[in-house]
Nanobody, 127 residues
Framework: QVQLMESGGGTVQAGGSLRLSCVAS????????LAWHRQAPGKQRELVAK???????YSADSVKGRFTISEDNARNTLYLQMNSLKPEDTGTYYC?????????????????????WGRGTQVTVSS
């Protein structure tokens, strides 16, 4: 299994920047994709950005051109660089991974997917 720990949240004025970090531990070789999600008060959790171990990235339209997701494989760390922050970016930011492992059942190799979430880090953008 994988464990995740986020850091880097805080309070910043509109137009400012923050960099979030998420350190993964445990079975990190089983990770397929890594992502940042956020949840604003009274709203559903939403996907902000995602990066695949195959190299592809995705960013929500609301953060394109302002947020950049990246990964340092050597440090097992996921980053989210957030620039030009807006009050609507306020929320709890969560690190999420999709992972899986293979195992043999008799003569058949099966894949067991799972996911993991961090506890979140608070980002507050004041106007």
């Amino acid at each position: 299994q994988v464990q995740l720990m986020e850091s880097g949240g805080g309070t910043v004025q509109a137009g400012g920047s923050l960099r979030l970090s998420c350190v993964a531990s445990g079975s990190t070789s089983e990770i397929d994709t890594l992502a940042w999600h956020r949840q604003a008060p009274g709203k559903q959790r939403e996907l902000v950005a995602k990066i695949s171990r195959g190299g592809g990235t995705y960013s929500a339209d609301s953060v394109k051109g302002r947020f950049t997701i990246s990964e340092d494989n050597a440090r097992n760390t996921l980053y989210l660089q957030m620039n030009s922050l807006k009050p609507e970016d306020t929320g709890t930011y969560y690190c999420h991974v999709e992972a899986g492992y293979e195992d043999w059942i008799g003569s058949e190799k099966l894949y067991y997917p799972y996911d993991a979430w961090g506890r979140g880090t608070q980002v507050t953008v004041s106007s």
